[in-house]
């Protein structure tokens, strides 16, 4: 939403493109580790959101001048995301209807065991971990965490270094309106304030309200060390 903004459009002359709105039907039913593009995509656009693992990133035909950035998350907090939008509120496309009869099913805690072996299996883990096992590598790569989108006091400094990296120059002003248009609170106000809302709350560590110790051991199993290669805390 923020990069099809009129400011933004009007300083970087670029429209966002959504790969997988072209598709029929909608959505990419690839894992992660799978998504491979062998065509480029569009000139002077803005491509995202791409959910894709480090080395598709790398088979990416690109021009000679683009930028790139990378927006990560505590993957425990992906997964309680998941598992309420999943079952509530996501548009139904592709498996999902399946996905949400399963979790409707469910416990909270057999729901969250199910999530965290479909998001394993569907390739997340492993596409996070394929970004920070080449972090060291991939200087010209803005990383930084969904967490900071969602901090009132961070949101601005992390949209002007974004917009800077970006080679998008917007005034501090217009960054303000942007920040101020996009914030969390704003948006959970204007969508509803359920706890199933898709704006549910998006603060770092949530997880630990729904994890149970059967459901933290499952996803240490299947994730190992990854909150640790992401410098996320135990």
Known sequence: ?????????????????????????????????????????????????????????????????????????DPRDIIVSWYYSIKYTHPLMGKIPEHREKLKSFSIEEGLIYSIGYLNEFGVFEALRSWFQAFECIPDVLFFPFEELTDKKKQKFVLNRLFSHCGIELSSKNIDKIVKKYSFDRLKKKKGKSRFSHYRKGIHGDWKNDFTPAVLNKFNDLAGDLTILMDYKQ
């Open 1 to 73: 939403m923020i990069f099809s903004d009129d400011l933004v459009y009007k300083k970087s002359g670029m429209k966002t493109y959504s790969y997988q709105q072209f598709l029929s039907p909608k959505g990419d039913p690839r894992k992660i580790s799978e998504r491979i593009f062998p065509d480029p995509f569009p000139l002077k656009t803005i491509v995202t959101p791409l959910y894709i693992d480090y080395h598709s990133y790398c088979l990416i035909k690109k021009p000679a001048d683009f930028r790139t950035f990378f927006i990560f998350r």
